[in-house]
C-alpha cells in the first residue's frame, strides 16, 4: 500500500500566480480591448549576447565530431567552468577553491535540494517576505510544522522581518536556528545587504553553528562597489555559509539553466568534520542528478570569458534603466518605491492603506499593468508590491506612462 508524502498537503502556495492568472483573465474577459502590460515577471526578456551564442554552438559542434565528443562529464561539474567560476571570483579578492564548486542546472534547484543535508529537526529562518522556494522545499521536508491561516505563517519556521525600518534586511534571530535563508540582492525587495549587516549573520552563524544559505542570483546586478557580491566577502564565511549562484539572470540562462554552489571543505556543524557537508553534497547531487548539459556548459565558459562578462554587463545595465525608468515614473505621482539601485526589482508601498490585492485590481483596473502582489511573499509582504525590470524597453515606458497618466491616487 502506497501512501503520500502528506507535507505537500500543508503547502500554502500555488496560489500567487495561478490567482493572478485568475483575476487577468477575468478582468480580459469584461475589457477585451484592453492591452494589458506585464511589469511582474521575474523572468528575463532580452537576448543571449554573441560570445555566448558563439560559447553555445561549440559546444553543440564538439558532440558532432568522435575526436571531441563528450558524454557524462565530470562529477561536480566541467573542471575548466569550475576553474573560471574560481577565476571569476579570485578577480573580487576572494579565495574559492574548484573543488568546493559544484556546476547544476540552477538557484532553484540547489536552493530547494540543499535542506537535504541537514537534520530533520533543524529549526530553519527565512526572510520575510522571501522568494518562496526556501519555504517550500523546507514543508516539504517536515522541517515546517502546520500552517496557520491566521497569521500566515508556518509554525515550526523562524521568520526574520524585513521592513521600512529595517532596510528590509533583517535582524539576527533573537533565538537559536539552525540554517538560516539570505537572499541579497533579494527578490522581492530588491534590498541589498552591506558588509556589516553580513558580518552580524556570519558572527550569529559561528556563534551558534548554525549555517547561512546565501543565494547571491543577483550579485552581478550590484554596481555600488562598496556593497559585498559574495558572503564570502567576509571573513569566516566559508566556515558558515554555503553560497549559491546562477547563469539565469546573470547572463539570461533562464531556460538554458546552469548554475552553482559552493560548499566549502571548511564548513562545519554541530556534529560534523570539516569537508564532511561538502562530501554529503557531492553525494546528493551524484546520486539525484547527472549534470548540467556539456553544451550549456560550453556557454557558461563563454559568460565568463571577458567579452561573455562585457556583453552580460550592458545587458545588465538595460534591465537597471529599465529599472530607473520605472522608479522615476512611480515617485513621479508620489508613489513610495524601494529597490531597483542594485538589483532588477522595486519594492512599492501600496497607497493609503491598501492590501497588496486591493492595489494589484486597483492597478489592473485603472492602468492595465500587472504586477506581483507582496503578500505572496510571505506576510511581511502586505502592504507591497514588486514590480520587476525585466522587459523591453518600450513595454515598460509604455506601461509606466500608463501608471503615470491613469493611476487615481
Ligand atoms: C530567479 C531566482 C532564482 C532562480 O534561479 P534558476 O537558476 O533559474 O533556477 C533563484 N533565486 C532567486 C531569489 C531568484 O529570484
Redesign the pocket.
Known amino acids: 500500500m502506497a501512501t503520500i508524502n502528506s507535507n505537500y498537503r500543508k503547502l500554502s502556495a500555488g496560489y500567487l500566480f495561478p490567482e493572478i492568472g485568475r483575476r487577468t483573465r477575468e478582468f480580459q474577459k469584461h475589457n477585451p480591448d484592453a492591452r494589458l502590460m506585464r511589469l511582474g515577471i521575474?523572468?528575463t526578456t532580452e537576448p543571449l549576447t554573441p560570445t555566448i551564442i558563439e560559447g553555445l554552438y561549440t559546444g553543440a559542434k564538439k558532440l558532432a565530431d568522435v575526436k571531441t565528443y563528450t558524454g557524462y562529464g565530470d562529477e561536480q561539474g566541467n573542471t575548466a567552468l569550475r576553474e573560471a567560476l574560481a577565476a571569476f571570483y579570485g578577480a573580487r579578492g576572494v579565495s574559492v577553491s574548484p573543488d568546493d564548486i559544484f556546476v547544476?542546472?540552477?538557484?532553484?534547484?540547489?536552493?530547494s535540494n540543499i535542506q537535504s543535508i541537514f537534520g530533520p529537526s533543524d529549526i530553519i529562518a527565512v526572510q520575510d517576505p522571501?522568494?518562496p522556494?526556501y519555504v517550500d522545499s523546507n514543508v516539504i521536508a517536515g522541517r515546517a510544522g502546520q500552517y496557520d491561516q491566521e497569521q500566515s505563517k508556518y509554525t515550526g519556521l523562524v521568520y526574520m522581518d524585513c521592513s521600512e525600518e529595517n532596510g528590509f534586511f533583517p535582524d539576527v534571530p533573537d533565538q537559536k536556528v539552525d540554517v538560516l535563508y539570505l537572499?541579497s540582492p533579494?527578490?522581492?525587495t530588491g534590498a541589498v545587504a552591506d558588509r556589516r549587516q553580513l558580518k552580524s549573520f556570519v558572527d550569529y552563524a559561528r556563534r551558534n553553528k548554525a549555517v547561512i544559505i546565501f543565494?547571491a542570483?543577483?550579485s552581478e546586478y550590484i554596481s555600488d562597489p562598496d556593497l559585498p557580491r559574495s558572503i564570502y566577502e567576509i571573513e569566516g564565511a566559508d566556515e558558515c555559509s554555503i553560497e549559491?549562484?546562477?547563469?539565469?539572470?546573470f547572463a539570461g540562462?533562464?531556460g538554458v539553466?546552469?548554475?552553482w554552489s559552493i560548499v566549502p571543505g571548511k564548513l562545519t556543524v554541530e556534529d560534523s568534520k570539516p569537508g564532511e557537508l561538502r562530501n554529503m553534497w557531492f553525494r546528493r547531487q551524484t546520486t539525484f542528478f547527472n549534470g548540467a548539459s556539456n553544451i550549456v556548459q560550453d556557454g557558461g565558459l563563454a559568460v565568463l570569458s571577458p567579452a561573455g562578462l562585457a556583453e552580460c554587463q550592458e545587458v545588465i545595465s538595460y534591465y537597471m534603466e529599465n529599472a530607473r525608468i520605472i522608479r522615476s515614473g512611480l515617485q513621479s505621482i508620489g508613489l513610495t518605491v524601494y529597490g531597483g539601485d542594485n538589483a532588477p526589482y522595486l519594492w512599492l508601498k501600496t497607497p493609503g492603506s491598501m492590501t497588496s490585492w486591493e492595489f494589484f485590481d486597483k492597478l489592473l483596473q485603472e492602468t492595465w499593468v500587472i504586477g506581483t502582489p507582496g503578500s505572496g511573499f510571505g506576510p511581511g509582504g502586505e502592504g507591497y508590491f514588486r514590480l520587476s525590470a525585466f522587459g523591453h524597453r518600450e513595454d515598460i515606458e509604455a506601461a509606466v506612462s500608463q501608471i503615470v497618466t491613469r493611476l487615481q491616487l
Open positions: 521575474g523572468n547544476s542546472d540552477g538557484a532553484k534547484p540547489d536552493s522571501a522568494y522556494v537572499c533579494n527578490n522581492p543565494d542570483s543577483y549559491i549562484n546562477s547563469f539565469s539572470k540562462f533562464t539553466r546552469l548554475g
